[in-house]
Each structure stands twice: as structure tokens, then as C-alpha cells.
């Protein structure tokens, strides 16, 4: 039953601005609602083509961000190639172009039982099928427990005001200075991206302040990612630029004095940024479909349904799920398909995909002009229950080269409008 009927849903958020903007929504009326939480690449993929594929479908948004700023592409901001206003994207086409409901809110709990989320208004709103991608939470060290502190080393593994915050710490930094940045054992969001941002960051200072380091402490006992791309980078372009400590997880931060902890001694940087360790975002944790190693939560990978025994219609796309795939934007979009011809195949009563395919490409940006690549295409593996690369699928560029530098602002482009567009 749901806790909003359609005309209580219009009057607790026909004044916002938002549903103003979106009449087409008013046409569905089949009384089938799928909520979505959290309007990244998961759950605004999901949206759109749930209401692509069936504009019957009351399809309902809730997302308290106005716009969605975009990891993807965000490491460029800190280089200084791109501005915010270029990874910020609106959310108008979803509503505009394709009727969802965009509600801008904060959803603070789930009652699978009732099939309702509650609202941080105070509202709660029902649903036929649920879809949670709310991204990930942090696992901070040592000595960044508290907001204070947390404010002061800005991780910007969110994209937001925390990589603008980091952008205007490296134009501030003197000539000369050390960005000291820590990246976390996996599984953590976009393996490359770490790499990639020591790239950047050493980019900008090669440019503007060559006098800087890069000090890269990895947790890791190696790159883990495109490793012949990124160990080439720090040897060639960057040699005298990053160094690279692997083996060295943070052992305890301190935030005033701006230095990290390690097994291997303590690093102070003019600028810090400490990538924590990750988890699924909060919600999955308060509504109990935590069932991964305490940080993410269990799916069924055929449909991305939540596993945990007796939990029915809620479903898990993007990084908050422990299914071992890599977590990228461009997997949390081919999720999302995969879960809206799920639920379309559901509520019509018809058999769902039994052999789901994905594919995944990640494009890094390593100098100002070069760039690399990173492809697979996973398939559900019906023996096992997993998601599996198909054999001979996985690949890595050679090399950083122009053409690849070129063609990940085309990737990044159709990848943004193909989720929110
Ligand atoms: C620096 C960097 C570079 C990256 N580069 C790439 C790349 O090149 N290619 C690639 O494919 N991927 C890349 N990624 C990874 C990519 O950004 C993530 O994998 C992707 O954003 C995951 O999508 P998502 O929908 O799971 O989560 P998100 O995109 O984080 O979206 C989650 C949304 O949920 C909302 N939300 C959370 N909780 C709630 C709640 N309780 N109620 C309502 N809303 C809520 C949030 O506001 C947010 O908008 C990069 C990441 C980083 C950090």
C-alpha cells in the first residue's frame, strides 16, 4: 500500500519547482510506481529508461541535489583542463524530456515490509519496486572521525564542493610545495582514478609549478590499475615530479598539521588528500541490506534484486553493491538497464532476462594531451550466479596516446547523456 497516493504525492511536492517543470509526468497513469534513490549514473540511467521503455511507469526520483556534478572527467577540474560548470549537469532532461518525478530529498529510511521510503521532510512516499543507488559512504582513519577535520582534507571522491575546495588548495600552493594523497585498498570507486589524479595534479604542476611533488602513499602493493600506463607516467612525463610509496596504508591523519601516518613514516603535505576507504552509501546500511564483507550489500546479479532473505522488489545498481564488478559510472548506466527491463519484465508479468550482459569502459586522462583506456564485457554466468568477463573481453590501452585524450571528452559526453540526457 502506498504511504502517498498520486494526489497526496502532487500536493506535497506539486509546489517545487521541479515538478513545475515536468507536465509529461502527469500522463502516467498506469498506478505502477517505481521509486528511484539518488540521481547519479545508476539511478538516473534507471529512471529514463524505465520511462523509455514503459511511459506508463510513474517513475519517482528522489535526489536532493539540484544538479549532478560528475566524478567522471572531476580529476580535470584539479588539472585545471575543465571547470565545475563543465561536470555539472542538470537534471531537466529526466524530467523534462521523459516525465520522471524529481524529488528534491534526502530518503532517510526503508520499509521494505510496507514498501515505502521515508522522506527527511518528514513524508514517505510508496512504492511497486524500488531501485537504491546512492553511491558510497567513507571509512575515515585515524584523525579524520570528525566533520572538523574531515573539512579541512578534502577527499573529493565526491564530486562537488570538495573538488573545487582542492582545486583552489593546489592554485594556492606555493611553488615548490608537496601534494601528499593516499589511495585505499580496494574495492573502492573507479580503480584508475587515484592514478589518474596523480597524474593531474603533477600535469598542473609540470605547467605552473615545477618546483612541486606529487607524493603518491598507496595502500596497495602496486598500481592496480593500467599499471604499465600509470608506471610509465611517473618514470617519463612525472619522473622528479610523483613519487610513489606502495605498501603504505594510512595509519593516522592529522588534519591541522596536514601530515598522514604511515608504516613508512610520517608525510606532511602543503596540500593533503585522503582517499578513504569506501562502503555502500548510508541508506543500504539503515534499511539492513548490508550483507558484504559489513560494507556493501548482496545482490542477485541476474537482476541487481537485494538477496537479503525476504526482502522482495528493492534492487542495488552502482557502487554501492558487493558483486566484485569494477566500480565506474559506466557499469552503474549498463546496470541500470539491466534493472529497468527487470522491473518492466516483472510488473507485466513476464520472464525476466535470464543471461544479462555489461560492458565497461573507462577512459583516463594522463598528461594535458594523452590519454588511456580500460574495456571488459561481463556476462552472467547462470552456474555460478556471477558476473563474469568474457574471455579475451579485457583490455588496456598499449599506451597513453592523443587519440585516446581526444576520444574520452566523446565518451564522457554520450556517457553523461545517455544517463541523464
Ligand atoms: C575522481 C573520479 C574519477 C572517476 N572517473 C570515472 C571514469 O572515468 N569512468 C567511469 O566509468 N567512472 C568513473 N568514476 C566512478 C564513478 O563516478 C562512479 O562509479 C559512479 O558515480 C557510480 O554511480 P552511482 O550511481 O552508484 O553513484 P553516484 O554517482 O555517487 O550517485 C549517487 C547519488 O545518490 C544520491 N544519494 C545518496 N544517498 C541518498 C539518499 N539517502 N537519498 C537520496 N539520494 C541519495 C547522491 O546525492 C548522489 O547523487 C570516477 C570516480 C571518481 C571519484
Redesign the pocket.
Known amino acids: 500500500m502506498h504511504a502517498l497516493n498520486r494526489r497526496d504525492f502532487l500536493k506535497a511536492f506539486g509546489a517545487t519547482a521541479s515538478l513545475a517543470l515536468m507536465p509529461a509526468a502527469l500522463r502516467a497513469q498506469t498506478g505502477q510506481r517505481v521509486v528511484v534513490?539518488?540521481?547519479?549514473?545508476?539511478?538516473?540511467?534507471v529512471a529514463k529508461f524505465l520511462r523509455l521503455w514503459d511511459p506508463g511507469l510513474e517513475v519517482v526520483l528522489?535526489?536532493?541535489?539540484p544538479n549532478?556534478i560528475?566524478?567522471?572527467?572531476?580529476?580535470l577540474v584539479l588539472h585545471g583542463r575543465l571547470n565545475m560548470a563543465d561536470i555539472t549537469l542538470s537534471y531537466a532532461g529526466l524530467t523534462g524530456n521523459h516525465g520522471v518525478l524529481l524529488v528534491p530529498?534526502?530518503?532517510?529510511a526503508v520499509d521494505a515490509d510496507a514498501h515505502s521510503v521515508h522522506l527527511?521532510n518528514g513524508d514517505s512516499l510508496g512504492y511497486d519496486k524500488l531501485v537504491l543507488?546512492?553511491?558510497?559512504g567513507f571509512i575515515y582513519p585515524d584523525g579524520l572521525q570528525t566533520p572538523q577535520a574531515q573539512a579541512l582534507v578534502p577527499h573529493?571522491?565526491?564530486?562537488g564542493p570538495q573538488t573545487q575546495q582542492l582545486r583552489d588548495a593546489l592554485l594556492r600552493m606555493r611553488n615548490g610545495g608537496r601534494f601528499v594523497m593516499t589511495i585505499p585498498t580496494p574495492p573502492y570507486?573507479?580503480p584508475?582514478?587515484?592514478y589518474?589524479?596523480a597524474c593531474q595534479v603533477a600535469q598542473f604542476f609540470r605547467e605552473k609549478k615545477p618546483r612541486s611533488k606529487v607524493i603518491v602513499l598507496d595502500a596497495n602493493p602496486q598500481i592496480i590499475a593500467e599499471r604499465h600506463i600509470f608506471e610509465a607516467a611517473f618514470a617519463g612525463p612525472f619522473a622528479g615530479i610523483v613519487e610513489y610509496h606502495p605498501n603504505s596504508p594510512v595509519l593516522s591523519v592529522n588534519a591541522s598539521q596536514r601530515s598522514v601516518t604511515t608504516v613508512g613514516g610520517t608525510f606532511r603535505g602543503d596540500v593533503l588528500n585522503v582517499i578513504p576507504l569506501m562502503q555502500a552509501?548510508?541508506?543500504l546500511f539503515?534499511a539492513g541490506l548490508i550483507n558484504v564483507d559489513n560494507r556493501w550489500a548482496g545482490v542477485d546479479l541476474k537482476t541487481f534484486a537485494s538477496n537479503v532473505p525476504g526482502v522482495e522488489d528493492v534492487f542495488v545498481?552502482?557502487?554501492?553493491h558487493g558483486s566484485g564488478l569494477p566500480?565506474?559510472?559506466?557499469?552503474?548506466?549498463a546496470e541500470?538497464k539491466v534493472v529497468a527491463s527487470a522491473i518492466i519484465a516483472q510488473l507485466g508479468g513476464l520472464p525476466v532476462n535470464a543471461a544479462p550482459v555489461l560492458n565497461?569502459?573507462?577512459?583516463?586522462a594522463v598528461t594535458n594531451s594523452t590519454g588511456s583506456w580500460v574495456a571488459g564485457v561481463y556476462a552472467y554466468d547462470a552456474n555460478d550466479e556471477q558476473m563474469k568477463a568474457v574471455p579475451g573481453s579485457l583490455g588496456e590501452s598499449p599506451r597513453a596516446i592523443s587519440d585516446d585524450y581526444d576520444r574520452?571528452f566523446g565518451w564522457?559526453r554520450n556517457?553523461w547523456a545517455d544517463s541523464l540526457g
Open positions: 534513490v539518488g540521481g547519479g549514473f545508476g539511478g538516473a540511467t528522489v535526489e536532493p541535489n549532478y560528475s566524478c567522471v572527467m572531476s580529476n530529498q534526502m530518503v532517510d527527511a543507488a546512492p553511491g558510497i573529493a571522491w565526491k564530486a570507486r573507479c584508475a582514478g587515484p589518474e589524479r552509501g548510508k541508506i539503515d545498481i552502482g557502487d554501492s566500480k565506474s559510472g559506466h557499469l552503474a548506466n541500470a565497461n569502459t573507462c577512459y583516463s574520452m564522457a556517457l
